[in-house]
């Protein structure tokens, strides 16, 4: 499981949208709520709102997060992905959400 877990990060870190992600922070607006996502190189992520969980990224290249309140979800990885950058996904319950890249605090 250990071993699972290392390789996936690993994976994960030499992506070079993964590596923007988790220098820089994922603004995720649902149209109602607005909240920052912060990712870690060691897999796991925190939100601004206080919930948090790990992320990986599938055999598949997607990019995929497990939160601690058990809700999963995978979305497609955006090549070459920079600060500013905006695009369109679903959250875990399949409603669509803006994701946007910004840069770090």
Not at 16 to 31: F, I, R
Not at 43 to 54: D, E, I, L, V
Request: aromatic share 8%; with cysteine; net charge negative.
């Amino acid at each position: 499981m250990l071993s699972t877990m290392i390789a996936a990060v690993m994976l994960a870190t030499a992506n070079p949208a993964a590596e923007a992600l988790t220098q820089n922070a994922l603004q995720v607006d649902t149209g109602t709520v607005t909240y920052i996502v912060y990712f870690e190189a060691d897999g796991t992520y925190a939100t601004s709102m206080g919930s948090g969980g790990t992320w990986e990224i599938n055999e598949g290249g997607e990019f995929c997060v497990s939160s601690t309140a058990g809700n999963a979800n995978c979305q497609p990885l955006m090549d070459n992905v920079a600060v500013g950058d905006t695009w369109q996904g679903e959250n875990a319950a399949g409603e669509p959400v803006t994701f946007t890249l910004i840069a770090r605090e």
